[in-house]
């Protein structure tokens, strides 16, 4: 076992560095199911069997698997179709390929388990899921207050990855408890234009202070400010942190068909991300005047969430499953808490608002077992967390439906590849309010999500 798990171990550091590339997510920052089985269901994944990926959702569900090792290898592939309208002079913003880190986004996965009689164990490195957008530097967004053209990016890049530790325990012939504890990594590009008219109202409603404000506020005529933390780069994010989250979970056998299962993942607690960052001011008459220096997001947290399922077999060949959850993004997310302290001296403390609200979920799968493969399908509904009047073109985070179908085929007793697609219905949100836009924009994000793995039993 300690070679396996030295193998696993750096096969997860690979994941670590190649992840970078990014996920966009679809429940706002978090994937719509971790792993082929689970995503092909509609993202239910709490009351059955989805293999190594369970650890991501419910760990009880690790001692559903068979006895023995395996060993998990996948990968998710994630198309996204964004485009933000301007509503008062109908341009369009596409979110293209503009630099060299933007989709169609990656993020492999590997994971290692281990049952032996009531015990379970696991480790694995998941994308838990981010968001990406590259709206170029021409585009209106890139326009100050005035009409001005900048010429500055509006993009963004937020990857969340975590790599859970888990255990399941058998307690008798109805009910399996489980747990983990996740370290945590996070890593965000973000270049941002804000309009004078969007810096104004945030100092109006006492969202900025520091000793930057009066010098902003003393230019001859002042259009914008934008920020810039990135890394313009394969791999690299312009602020990055650890931290570590956790959840727990049981599943309960009412039945010889019929399992139910819950779990509740803990808030996450993350370090603020730090790196580097540009402020620069953007003046009519002056210029644009870069500022380099320290930049922190802090307490940038992903939320807690509460998720009961049931699963039934119908027959040796037909099961059903169904999920329901609870995502507490209201606690996590209220503001984005920004502090820049520039290299030559000066601070700026910004608070931009975002006041998501309580997400619940509903998904729903089935699963048609014939010879070697099995055949799946599901839905996945959501209920809208991001209100519209604090929507930001860099992050949309609106889909709420989705749709999957996907497969497994087992080309022998120890060896099996499983693939899911899923598809997020377009989603439109308009916003025509400071602070967080100045123009009034309509944001559409649709997706096509493919995952591929491959399972060795041994």
């Known amino acids: 076992m300690k070679s396996n798990l030295k193998a696993f171990c750096m096969v997860a550091a690979a994941c670590l560095g190649s992840t970078s590339q990014i996920v966009h997510a679809t429940d706002v920052f978090r994937l719509e199911g971790y792993g082929p089985i689970s995503r092909a269901m509609g993202g239910a994944a709490t009351a059955f069997d989805v293999g190594a990926a369970g650890m991501m959702s419910n760990p009880a569900t690790l001692s559903l698997m068979a006895p023995g090792s395996e060993l998990h290898l996948g990968l998710d592939v994630i198309s996204t179709d964004i485009n933000a309208k301007n509503q008062a002079t109908g341009e369009n913003a596409v979110s293209d390929n503009h630099s060299n880190n933007r989709g169609p986004y990656l993020a492999p996965e590997a994971a290692y388990t281990h049952r032996n009689g009531a015990l379970a164990i696991g480790v694995g490195a998941f994308a838990q899921g981010g968001l990406g957008t590259e709206y170029g530097k021409s585009s209106f967004l890139s326009r100050a207050t005035g009409g001005l053209n900048t010429g500055l990016e509006n993009s963004s890049r937020l990857l969340i990855l975590n790599i859970p530790f888990a255990a399941s325990y058998q307690v008798n012939d109805k009910l399996t408890v489980g747990g983990s504890i996740d370290a945590m990594w996070q890593g965000l590009n973000l270049n941002l234009l804000l309009g004078a008219d969007q810096v104004g109202s945030l100092i109006g409603s ?16 002042l259009r914008g400010a934008h920020f810039s933390l990135t890394k313009n780069q394969f791999l690299g994010s312009g602020v990055e942190t650890w931290g570590f989250g956790g959840r727990i979970g049981m599943t309960y056998k009412m039945s010889n068909d019929t399992i ?35 930049i922190k997001l802090r307490n940038f947290q992903m939320p807690a969430k509460l998720d009961l399922g049931l699963s039934h077999r119908v027959n040796d060949q037909w099961m059903v499953a169904v999920d329901v959850s609870q995502v507490f993004w209201k ?47 599901g839905a996945r509904i959501a209920t809208q967390s991001v209100s519209s009047d604090t929507l930001f073109a860099v992050i949309p985070a609106t889909p709420t439906k989705h749709i999957s179908a996907g497969f497994s085929y087992a080309f022998s007793k120890e060896n099996r590849v499983d693939f899911a697609y899923s598809h997020a219905f377009k989603e439109s949100m308009g916003n025509t309010s400071l602070p967080n836009t100045s123009a009034p924009i309509q944001v559409s994000n649709s997706e096509n999500n493919m995952t591929v793995a491959y399972t060795h039993s041994f």
């Open 206 to 221: 006492g969202r900025v202070n520091g000793s930057l404000v009066p010098v902003l506020g003393g230019l001859p005529d």
């Open 331 to 377: 606690h996590a997310m209220k503001d984005i808490n920004v502090g820049f302290v520039s290299d030559g001296g000066g601070n700026l403390d910004i608070l931009l608002p975002q006041n998501y609200k309580n997400q619940t979920i509903l998904s729903v799968g089935v699963a048609y077992q014939t010879g070697d493969w099995t055949l799946r399908g």
């Open 260 to 294: 139910l299962g819950a779990d509740y993942a803990m808030e996450s607690q993350m370090n603020d991300m730090e790196g580097r960052a540009i402020l620069t001011a953007i003046d009519g008459i002056a210029g644009q005047i870069p500022l380099d220096g320290k």
